[in-house]
């Protein structure tokens, strides 16, 4: 083997212009340095779960080289796949610059932490062939992150609820997160005053909101029950249901509505059916990364409440700014 090393340096050398010492390495070398060497990559649905990040290889020789490039995950490389180029050619005294692309499957748990690694061995230095036992190669590496986020999914039993005055109902929400991490999931459940006959009534609530740290492929029931007022004519109330998902106080929102609208004396199943509403509708509100921003699912449910007796409502400490959002009339002819 040593002999095979000789004659290899020999017929380099022969290769070589005369340069300065200072300036060139008199034998094959390789280095490889790739930034970041922290990558992140977000599988929730939707994304391309992959990311990408540049490698340098350098060359200080007075060679130009062929360098063969290897890639590998440390932990269950199955999960992770890197693409890059098979080989790359390097200038005597220059660098080149590849690129690494990971893809991480999709179900992946967070935190959830893999170690990479990439080789550069240099195969031809001037065209002659470099045997493995004695070609120079370099090693650069670090770890691949899974991000967290969550997925929050809501079913929530029959839309439309009819009571009679007075009558005290039940509603389930049930929630579900379909993310890959532990997040803060839950509601919060209120209704418009409505006014009837000069009067003003409103649904009383035993909750208000209600929130559960939920770990992923789980989920929970939110339960709360209402009680109907006693207005002197038909009334129709709409519970306004937000049900979120965050980390810590910061969120975006975002927010879909259902509106379920109906005259004096109709049905609301009808209308509820003519909107595409069935009693058992399935809601799948996006995927955020978790601490970065949240969810805002707003339901709107249509309550009817038969006239009994007159109540008086002398309670002015609605706010109102809750319920800011523009009221359009739901228009038939669009369906």
């Given at each position: 083997?040593?002999?095979v090393?000789l004659?290899?340096l020999l017929?380099l050398?022969?290769n070589?212009v005369?340069?300065?010492v200072?300036?060139?390495?008199p034998?094959p070398?390789?280095?490889?340095?790739c930034v970041p060497k922290?990558v992140s990559?977000?599988?929730?649905?939707?994304?391309?779960?992959?990311n990408?990040?540049?490698?340098?290889a350098d060359n200080?020789?007075?060679?130009?080289?062929?360098?063969?490039?290897e890639t590998?995950?440390?932990e269950?490389?199955?999960v992770?796949?890197?693409?890059?180029p098979s080989s790359?050619t390097v200038?005597?005294s220059?660098?080149v610059?590849?690129?690494?692309t990971?893809?991480a499957n999709?179900?992946?748990?967070?935190?959830i932490?893999y170690?990479?690694?990439?080789?550069?061995?240099?195969?031809?230095?001037n065209?002659i062939?470099?045997p493995d036992?004695?070609?120079p190669?370099?090693?650069d590496g670090?770890?691949v992150?899974?991000e967290?986020?969550?997925r929050?999914s809501?079913t929530?039993?029959?839309?439309t609820?009819?009571?009679?005055?007075?009558e005290t109902?039940n509603?389930?929400?049930e929630?579900?997160n379909d993310?890959?991490d532990?997040t803060?999931?839950?509601?919060?459940?209120a209704a418009e005053p409505?006014?009837?006959?000069g009067?003003?009534?409103?649904?009383i609530?035993?909750s208000?909101s209600h929130?559960e740290?939920?770990?992923?492929?789980?989920?929970?029931?939110?339960?709360?029950?209402f009680?109907s007022?006693s207005?002197?004519?038909?009334?129709?109330f709409?519970?306004i249901?937000q049900?979120h998902?965050?980390?810590?106080?910061?969120?975006?929102?975002?927010e879909f509505k259902v509106?379920?609208e109906?005259?004096?004396?109709?049905?609301?199943?009808?209308?509820g059916n003519?909107?595409g509403?069935?009693?058992s509708?399935m809601m799948m509100?996006?995927?955020i990364g978790?601490g970065?921003?949240?969810l805002l699912?707003?339901?709107?449910?249509?309550?009817k409440i038969?006239?009994?007796?007159?109540?008086?409502?002398?309670?002015?400490?609605?706010?109102?700014?809750i319920f800011?959002?523009?009221?359009?009339?739901?228009?038939?002819?669009d369906?």
């Amino acid at each position: 083997m040593r002999r095979v090393f000789l004659t290899i340096l020999l017929l380099l050398c022969s290769n070589l212009v005369i340069t300065p010492v200072s300036a060139q390495n008199p034998v094959p070398e390789i280095s490889i340095d790739c930034v970041p060497k922290d990558v992140s990559i977000d599988i929730q649905p939707g994304s391309s779960r992959t990311n990408s990040i540049i490698c340098t290889a350098d060359n200080p020789s007075a060679f130009a080289e062929e360098v063969r490039i290897e890639t590998s995950v440390s932990e269950n490389p199955s999960v992770i796949s890197i693409t890059s180029p098979s080989s790359i050619t390097v200038p005597a005294s220059g660098d080149v610059d590849f690129t690494l692309t990971f893809k991480a499957n999709q179900g992946l748990h967070a935190p959830i932490t893999y170690s990479w690694n990439v080789t550069g061995t240099v195969t031809t230095a001037n065209g002659i062939t470099m045997p493995d036992a004695i070609a120079p190669s370099d090693t650069d590496g670090g770890d691949v992150y899974i991000e967290a986020y969550g997925r929050l999914s809501i079913t929530m039993s029959t839309m439309t609820r009819y009571l009679a005055a007075g009558e005290t109902a039940n509603t389930t929400i049930e929630i579900s997160n379909d993310g890959n991490d532990a997040t803060k999931m839950g509601c919060t459940y209120a209704a418009e005053p409505v006014a009837v006959g000069g009067e003003t009534y409103e649904l009383i609530f035993d909750s208000n909101s209600h929130y559960e740290f939920v770990d992923p492929n789980s989920g929970y029931a939110l339960s709360f029950n209402f009680t109907s007022p006693s207005p002197d004519d038909v009334a129709v109330f709409k519970i306004i249901v937000q049900c979120h998902m965050w980390e810590d106080d910061y969120y975006q929102t975002e927010e879909f509505k259902v509106e379920v609208e109906a005259a004096k004396g109709g049905g609301l199943s009808s209308l509820g059916n003519s909107l595409g509403i069935d009693d058992s509708t399935m809601m799948m509100v996006g995927g955020i990364g978790v601490g970065v921003v949240a969810l805002l699912a707003v339901l709107i449910v249509g309550l009817k409440i038969k006239s009994n007796k007159r109540r008086h409502s002398n309670d002015d400490d609605w706010d109102d700014e809750i319920f800011e959002e523009e009221d359009d009339e739901f228009d038939f002819d669009d369906l």
